[in-house]
C-alpha cells in the first residue's frame, strides 16, 4: 500500500509517517514525489509503501525495538478508550503524543498544539469536535422572478472515541466514528411554509418537492408561466405599396424604375384583413400577474373608387391606380396621356393620377389630385400634384410642386411662426424700453414700436408681407380677414400710430397660434418627389425629394422631409437646397467655387455630403458656416447650440 504525505521539509513529511504508521523513520520506505520552492515557502511531496512482506519484516523489527523501548524509554499504548503511559527508565526517552484532527488534547490542562511529551503523572484530557446535528433549506429566486429554487442539506453529529493503537514510544491521537445521528428530514409541508415565507406561491412543482426532501441537490421547486403576447390585426396588400427599383443580374440598379406603378382592374380584391389573436397573461412564482401585449384591432376602411366586400376584404370599384393613407384605401382614377403635353393636348387638369408617357413642353401646365408621373422631360413648364411625382428625365427652368395645398400651407406656418417669434422680441423691447423710460414718458406705445419698425425690426414688415401674400391664396375666413387686416392697418405705414397699448400685439399673436394650429392640422400627409436632373427650376415637395439621376444646377429645392441624390457622383452645383430633417448629397459645389447653399431647418437635423467644395454654406436652424477649403465625408449638425463640421480636407 502508498500514501502521501505533505510537508516543507523531507523530515516534516517523514515524521508524519513515522507517527500515522507507527513506524520508525529509518524503517520507512519512501520516495519524493514533488519538491518545489514558491516565493519563501519550500514544498515536499513523498511516497511512503506499507504492507506486504516488507511491513511484517518492518513490524518484526519494531517488536525487537518496543522490547529495547521497554527498557528504556517510555511508552504510550491506547485500548479502548484508555490511556497507558509507561515512564522511561535511566537515560531513556519520554514518550510523544501527536494531535490528530477533529480533537482537542489536554496535558494538565495545557492544551496540546502539535506533540508532546508525557509521562504517567500526567493529566490527559481528551475532546473530540462533535457538532450538534444541522438541517439547512436554501431558497432561490431567479432574477425575473420565473423560477424557484430549494437546496436541502442534511449534516449528521458524529459521536468518536480513540481509536486504539500499539505500544510504541510516538502515538497519533486520532479519534474514529462510533456513531452518527442523523438530524430528522424536512418534510415536504415545512418546504411549502419557507417557500410562502419567501413569497412564491405559483407554479408549485410536487414531484420535485419530493425529490427536495431528500437534500444535496438544488432543484428547481416552482415555476412560472410566461406571458403570450397577442397578435395583432394586420392588412395584407394584394399590390405594391412602396416602388421597387430594379436590378440586374450583375448588380446595376435601374433607378428610373422608381417610378413604375400598379394599375388595378373593377373587382380586383387590393386588401385583405387578417384577425389577430388575444394574448394571455402570466404569472411568476411570487403570482404577480405579467401582462400580455394587447391585441392592437385595425378598423379597414375605404374611401374612393373601393367597396368592402366584407368586413376584412377590400375590392376595387373602379380600374384605377391603389393607394393606402393612414388604414383607408382608394383607387384613383388614371389619366393617361400617350404623348407630348403640348398645345394640342392643352393644359391638363385632372382629379386622379396623371401618367403622361411623353415630354411637358415649354408653356404648359398639368394639375392633378393625386400622383404625376412623366416619363421623359419637363421643360418651362408648371406641374402641381397633390400626391406623388416622378419626372423620368430632365427638369429645365420649370415649377414642380408635390403636395399641392400641403406645400403652400407648410410654408404659410413657416412665415407665420418667424412673424410670431419677432413679434414676441417686438414686445419684450417694448416692455423694456417703457421699464427703464428710455424715450421718455410722453412716448406712447404706438409711437415706440412704429420707431421699433422702423430701426431694429425692419424684416418684421417683410414677414408681415409673406405673411399676407401666404394667406390670402388660402379660403377667406374670419381669422384670416383679422390677421393681413391687423398687418395693413395696425403695423405697414403710419399705422403702428394707432395701437394704444402694447397687449393688442399680444392678442394678435394668439390669434396667429390658432391659425398656425389650424394649418398644421389640415395639412395632407407628406408626398415624394422624385426626378432625376434639374436646372434652373423650383422643386418643392410637402415631404421628400429624391433626385436619382446627374442632380442639379442653380435651382431652389425645398423639402417638407429630406433631401437626398441617389447615384454616384451626382452634383449639387449652385442654387440652395432646403429641408426639413436633413440633406444627403454626393458631391457639392464646384473646383472654382460655386456658391450652394445646404440648409436644414430643425435643430435635430443633418447634413451629408461625399465631396464639398470651398464656398459651400451649410445652414441648421439658425447657425451658418461656409466650407473654406474642399472637404470629404462631410457631415453637419448642431451639438450644444453650436454648428459641427465633420470632414477630412482633400
Not at 389640415?522 to 415631404?543: F, H, R
Request: aromatic share 6%.
Amino acid at each position: 500500500m502508498k500514501e502521501l504525505f505533505h510537508g516543507t521539509s523531507l523530515e516534516e513529511c517523514l515524521e508524519s509517517a513515522s507517527c500515522k504508521l507507527n513506524l520508525p523513520k529509518d524503517k520507512l520506505q519512501y520516495k519524493v514525489v514533488k519538491e518545489s520552492k514558491l516565493f519563501f515557502r519550500k514544498k515536499v511531496i513523498i511516497e511512503v509503501s506499507f504492507g506486504g512482506e516488507d511491513q511484517n519484516n518492518v513490524n518484526s523489527v519494531i517488536e525487537k525495538d518496543i522490547v529495547k523501548t521497554k527498557e528504556k524509554d517510555g511508552t504510550i499504548k491506547l485500548e479502548n478508550g484508555k490511556i497507558i503511559v509507561k515512564d522511561p527508565i535511566e537515560d531513556g526517552e519520554p514518550a510523544v503524543l501527536h494531535r490528530g484532527h477533529n480533537i482537542s488534547i489536554f496535558v494538565d490542562g495545557t492544551e496540546v498544539k502539535d506533540k508532546c511529551e508525557i509521562f504517567s503523572k500526567n493529566k490527559i484530557e481528551v475532546v473530540f469536535e462533535e457538532d450538534e446535528p444541522k438541517r439547512q433549506m436554501n431558497i432561490y429566486l431567479s432574477d425575473d422572478r420565473m423560477k424557484a429554487y430549494v437546496e436541502v442539506k442534511y449534516i449528521a453529529k458524529n459521536v468518536y472515541k480513540l481509536k486504539d493503537k500499539n505500544e510504541s514510544y510516538k502515538v497519533n491521537f486520532e479519534g474514529e466514528i462510533i456513531q452518527s445521528i442523523k438530524p430528522p428530514m424536512y418534510t415536504i409541508n415545512e418546504i411549502k411554509n419557507e417557500l410562502s415565507n419567501n413569497k412564491v406561491v405559483y407554479g408549485i412543482m410536487e414531484e420535485n418537492l419530493k425529490e427536495a426532501v431528500k437534500g444535496d441537490k438544488k432543484l428547481v421547486v416552482a415555476c412560472g408561466k410566461e406571458a403570450v403576447d397577442g397578435e395583432d390585426d394586420f392588412l395584407e396588400n394584394k399590390f405594391q405599396t412602396s416602388a421597387v427599383l430594379k436590378e440586374d443580374t450583375v448588380g446595376n440598379i435601374d433607378f428610373k424604375s422608381i417610378g413604375t406603378i400598379n394599375v388595378v382592374k373593377k373587382g380586383d380584391i387590393i386588401a385583405v384583413k387578417h384577425n389577430g389573436t388575444l394574448g394571455k397573461d402570466g404569472f411568476d412564482v411570487t403570482g404577480k400577474v405579467l401582462k400580455c401585449k394587447p391585441l392592437k384591432k385595425i378598423k379597414i376602411k375605404v374611401g374612393n373608387g373601393c367597396i368592402l366586400k366584407d368586413e376584412n376584404t377590400v375590392e376595387a370599384s373602379i380600374d384605377g391606380k391603389p393607394s393606402i393613407k393612414s388604414n383607408t384605401y382608394y383607387v384613383h382614377q388614371v389619366h393617361e396621356i400617350n404623348g407630348d403635353v403640348d398645345i394640342s393636348t392643352g393644359n391638363i387638369n385632372f382629379i386622379g393620377d396623371v401618367i403622361i408617357h411623353g415630354n411637358v413642353k415649354e408653356g404648359m401646365k398639368v394639375e392633378c389630385g393625386s400622383d404625376l408621373i412623366v416619363d421623359k422631360e419637363v421643360e418651362r413648364a408648371s406641374l402641381n400634384a397633390k400626391g406623388d411625382v416622378s419626372i423620368g428625365q430632365t427638369v429645365v427652368s420649370s415649377q414642380i410642386c408635390g403636395g399641392g395645398d400641403s406645400v403652400k400651407k407648410i410654408r404659410a406656418v413657416e412665415h407665420l411662426s418667424k412673424f410670431n417669434k419677432n413679434m414676441e422680441q417686438l414686445v419684450g423691447a417694448v416692455k423694456e424700453i417703457k421699464d427703464y423710460n428710455l424715450l421718455g414718458k410722453s412716448k406712447k406705445d404706438g409711437e415706440i414700436i412704429k420707431i421699433l419698425l422702423e430701426s431694429k425690426f425692419k424684416g418684421l414688415i417683410k414677414l408681415g408681407v409673406n405673411v399676407i401674400a401666404d394667406l390670402n391664396v388660402e379660403n377667406d375666413d374670419y381669422q384670416e380677414d383679422k390677421i393681413v387686416k391687423y398687418i395693413k392697418t395696425k403695423l405697414i405705414g403710419m399705422g403702428p400710430i394707432s395701437i394704444k397699448n402694447c397687449s393688442e400685439l399680444n392678442e394678435l399673436m394668439k390669434i396667429i397660434e390658432d391659425k398656425i394650429e389650424e394649418l398644421k392640422n389640415t395639412s395632407a400627409l407628406p408626398v415624394k418627389v422624385v426626378l432625376s436632373y434639374c436646372q434652373d427650376s423650383n422643386i418643392q415637395s410637402s415631404g421628400d425629394i429624391i433626385i436619382k439621376g446627374k442632380g442639379e444646377y442653380v435651382s431652389q429645392i425645398a423639402a417638407n422631409g429630406s433631401v437626398e441624390f441617389l447615384q454616384e457622383k451626382s452634383v449639387a452645383r449652385g442654387g440652395t437646397l432646403k429641408a426639413e430633417n436633413e440633406i444627403k448629397c454626393k458631391i457639392v459645389g464646384s473646383v472654382a467655387g460655386v456658391s450652394t447653399k445646404l440648409q436644414v431647418e430643425s435643430k435635430d437635423g443633418h447634413i451629408w455630403a461625399d465631396v464639398a467644395y470651398h464656398n459651400t454654406v451649410f445652414k441648421i436652424e439658425n447657425k451658418e458656416i461656409v466650407l473654406d477649403s474642399p472637404s470629404k465625408d462631410v457631415h453637419v449638425y448642431l451639438k450644444e447650440g453650436d454648428i459641427v463640421v465633420d470632414k477630412f480636407v482633400l
